[in-house]
């Protein structure tokens, strides 16, 4: 099993900043990658950002440049920082893990006001 905690949403204004974190536990040391997802109102949960075990991260198209993942293995966390930040970038941000099967977080909102 593996429990994730994502915290760090909010409200902000076009073009601020936020950093989500997201504390994992349990058996990490089955996990092979992690990752941020975003959900919008009506619309299905899409991938934002991954890091895999080896460190390599991939990027939707329209948060490249503008978001970064990173990890601290040292504290189990894995952060999203997110600048630029538009108000199509609102929505329900979870963060994920893979192992054998995806284990999600309860999500932390964001919303970007124009």
């Known amino acids: 099993q593996v429990q994730l905690v994502e915290s760090g949403g909010g409200l902000v204004q076009a073009g601020g900043s936020l950093r989500l974190s997201c504390a994992v536990s349990?058996?990490?040391?089955?996990?092979?990658?992690k990752g941020w997802y975003r959900q919008a109102p009506g619309k299905q949960r899409e991938l934002v950002a991954t890091?895999?075990?080896?460190?390599?991260?991939n990027y939707a198209d329209s948060v490249k440049g503008r978001f970064t993942i990173s990890r601290d293995n040292a504290k189990n966390t894995v952060y999203l920082q997110m600048n630029s930040l538009k108000p199509e970038d609102t929505a329900v941000y979870y963060c994920?893990?893979?192992?054998?099967?995806?284990?999600w977080g309860q999500g932390t909102q964001v919303t970007v006001s124009s």
């Open positions: 994920n893990a893979v192992t054998s099967r995806d284990y």
């Open positions: 349990g058996r990490i040391f089955s996990i092979n990658a």
């Open positions: 890091i895999t075990r080896n460190g390599n991260t």
